[in-house]
Nanobody, 127 residues
Framework: QVQLVESGGGSVQAGGSLRLSCVASGYTYSSYCLGWFRQASGKEREGVAGIASDGSTTYADSVKGRFTISKDNAKNTLYLQMNSLKPEDTAMYYC?????????????????????WGQGTQVTVSS
């Protein structure tokens, strides 16, 4: 059974950093496109960052230059390093995975494209 488990969320002050992790079981990351999404209270879930099977990355404009997505295929772990956090980054953060990356650049923000989701980890940034 495929499972994704996030960790690393917490409460920080503005300007601080957090690193989120997402560990997969039941399959290996090497052939998957992976993404981080977030959902703030009262808002729709949005794509934050994506990484393809070849290691290519992409980011939402709101986090570009502050967040870094990476993965360790050997550990089946996806990461999101978040620096210079702002109160508007407060949200539940989710990792997601999709087998196959054809056309990834065009659909990485589309929730319905992903096969598997984690349960989420809360990030709260105070001013």
């Amino acid at each position: 059974q495929v499972q994704l488990v996030e960790s690393g969320g917490g409460s920080v002050q503005a300007g601080g950093s957090l690193r989120l992790s997402c560990v997969a079981s039941g399959y290996t990351y090497s052939s998957y496109c992976l993404g981080w999404f977030r959902q703030a209270s009262g808002k729709e879930r949005e794509g934050v960052a994506g990484i393809a099977s070849d290691g290519s990355t992409t980011y939402a404009d709101s986090v570009k230059g502050r967040f870094t997505i990476s993965k360790d295929n050997a550990k089946n772990t996806l990461y999101l390093q978040m620096n210079s956090l702002k109160p508007e980054d407060t949200a539940m953060y989710y990792c997601a995975a999709k087998l196959g990356c054809g056309g990834w650049w065009w659909w990485w923000r589309v929730e319905s494209k992903y096969n598997y989701w984690g349960q989420g980890t809360q990030v709260t940034v105070s001013s």
